[in-house]
């Protein structure tokens, strides 16, 4: 008998493809999430920072910039943020298509599987059939009891 083969191999491979794709997209967007998040934690920690500083009892002029300067690092905070809204939702998005694309390959992996067994069952009882005609045109030698005839 011949060797297994599955004609949507190609298909299947195509869909891999796909899926580690959507794979890798979606670590890129989960990358950019993760490195707003630091900024924005870094930020918070300077604004500390700087309100220490303040509560210091320093001279006017450095007060004045302490209170600018905390006003440009709550501005980034702010745009930083609306930034970390947009790319948790584009990771988001890479998820469900990363799922989508999981599930279509997962849906041809599996049929591969059941192909192969189908395969699998074929050849056994080819073999068995092939073995029974085997024994039947040798003459028939065996017993039910296991013995042997004499011929």
Do not use: P, W
Request: zero cysteines.
């Amino acid at each position: 008998m011949k060797k297994f083969k599955f004609r949507l191999e190609r298909v299947l491979r195509y869909r891999k493809a796909l899926k580690n794709e959507a794979l890798r997209e979606l670590m890129e967007k989960n990358r950019v999430v993760d490195e707003l998040e630091f900024i924005i934690d870094k930020l918070a920690k300077e604004l500390d920072t700087l309100q220490m500083e303040k509560e210091k009892g320093l001279f006017a002029e450095h007060i004045y910039m302490i209170n600018f300067y905390r006003g440009r690092i709550m501005s980034e905070i702010e745009n930083t943020t609306e930034k970390l809204f947009i790319a948790i939702e584009e990771a988001e998005q890479a998820l469900i298509s990363y799922m989508e694309k999981a599930k279509d390959e997962k849906a041809l992996a599996t049929l591969r599987e059941h192909r192969k067994e189908e395969y699998m069952d074929l050849a056994q009882k080819e073999e068995g059939k092939f073995l029974d005609e085997l024994a039947t045109q040798k003459g028939n030698t065996f017993l039910t009891d296991g013995g042997y005839h004499d011929q």
